[in-house]
């Protein structure tokens, strides 16, 4: 049976990010037929067009829904967004209601968007709200926090992690609240191993030799620690004096400033390199380049999707623990972690798999394995379509005439 799903992401699962990428496969899955998203446009830049986009997979809508798009179209010729981002955040929950009147769709997903999410929820409703949840916490004030997890204002809510949903579940407001943990996915067709040839070219195109590499993939800010993997490769040049450290990604001057300094004082100038924001085309050549990424993080983190690349490529992860990790993998399968902030524990888990040749390549294996049976596209899109069959079908019976 079609079950007609709204899903509704601020940003278009057609960008990188957390939930789009698992999402667009999704959409584009047979388990997505009925299926429709509404997603706002570019999120930058006052002389762009804010009009956004609302998608449907093909010939999946109904003619309900397409009415409901004609209408959502006509008003947003109508009136721009505006260059705000709450303005945008505004008018894009406005056309949420607008389309959800019109269309009617049994099940409605917001992605991370808490205050779209409590807008909807505290309407009388007769279709199913679940939320999509991609961070491990939001800084919610105690108020708002139990006002979202809520089982009167959702039907339910998937995470990434068992972590994330021991801290919901631990909340009174949410005692009856449905929680289900639906890991990020990964494209285990683009993120794949590369053999020694394919390793000198993908290491040709971003400048390195054949020296051992490590790599960070990432935003480049203090909360990644950045500063860590830096200070831990000065370490390992003391074992190791001819190891490299890529550092892909932007962010913020003064940090990038701050890291430039650090490399100058450890006369590291020979052994970092900052590759920028690297093209999503190139972005599988990095982990085939690398010997091991780094992933230093300093907050829990949600899933990281850099992780699972990374092990899909057969490049082992080396980093501080985080709450997901243990859905991930294990040490053996290729997710090494040490407690955070450990630099010397990190530095000594770097230099050990740099030195045994034989170990790292069994954890590449075990890293691909791992992420073929477990973190695929494929199960993915099944759980997903099961969860929102669930969430109608509950609806269904706990439905009070409104």
Not at 24 to 40: D, E, I, K, N, P
Not at 79 to 97: I, K, L, T, V
Not at 145 to 155: F, G, I
Not at 343 to 363: P, Q
């Amino acid at each position: 049976m079609t079950v007609e799903v709204l899903h509704l992401c601020f940003t278009s699962p057609h960008l990188p990010g957390s939930y789009n990428r698992p999402l667009g496969q999704f959409l584009r899955s047979s388990s997505a037929v009925g299926h429709s998203v509404l997603s706002c446009g570019p999120a930058a830049g006052v002389d762009q067009d804010f009009a956004g986009r609302v998608r449907f997979t093909s010939g999946a809508a109904s003619s309900r829904m397409r009415l409901a798009l004609n209408r959502v179209v006509a008003r947003r010729e109508a009136d721009r967004y505006s260059c705000h981002r709450d303005g945008r955040r505004a008018a894009y929950a406005s056309e949420a209601e607008h389309f959800i009147k019109h269309s009617r769709p049994a099940v409605v997903v917001v992605y991370d968007d808490v205050r779209l999410a409590l807008r909807l929820g505290g309407k009388k409703r007769r279709y199913a709200l679940a939320f999509s949840q991609h961070g491990t916490s939001y800084n919610l004030t105690d108020q708002v926090e139990a006002a979202l997890y809520n089982s009167d204002t959702l039907d339910g809510i998937t995470v990434l992690s068992h972590a994330a949903r021991e801290l919901i579940e631990a909340l009174p407001s949410a005692r009856d609240l449905r929680v289900d943990v639906c890991p990020n996915a990964v494209d285990t067709d683009r993120y794949v191993p590369t053999d020694r040839a394919g390793r000198s070219v993908a290491r040709g195109m971003f400048g390195l030799s054949s020296s051992p590499v490590v790599t960070f993939v990432g935003r480049v800010t203090p909360q990644k620690g950045v500063h860590h993997a830096i200070e831990a490769v000065s370490a390992v040049r003391r074992v190791i004096p001819d190891v490299q450290l890529l550092i892909a990604g932007t962010g913020p001057q003064e940090y990038l400033d701050q890291l430039r300094r650090q490399i100058d004082s450890l006369a590291l100038a020979d052994h970092v390199s900052f590759a920028g924001p690297v093209d999503p085309d190139q972005v599988p050549h990095l982990y085939q380049a690398s010997d091991l990424m780094l992933f230093p993080t300093l907050v829990p983190e949600g899933m990281p999707l850099v992780v699972l690349e990374s092990m899909s490529a057969g490049c082992p992860v080396v980093g501080y623990s985080f709450a997901s990790g243990r859905d991930i993998a294990s040490a053996a399968e290729g997710l090494i972690t040490v407690p955070g902030g450990e630099v010397g524990e990190l530095v000594a888990a770097v230099r050990h798999l740099l030195a045994d040749h034989s170990t790292r390549a069994e954890l590449a294996i075990a890293a691909r394995e791992a992420m073929l049976n477990r973190f695929s596209f494929e199960p993915w899109c099944s759980r997903q379509a099961t969860l929102l069959r669930g969430y109608s079908s509950q609806r269904s019976r706990d439905h009070r005439p409104v």
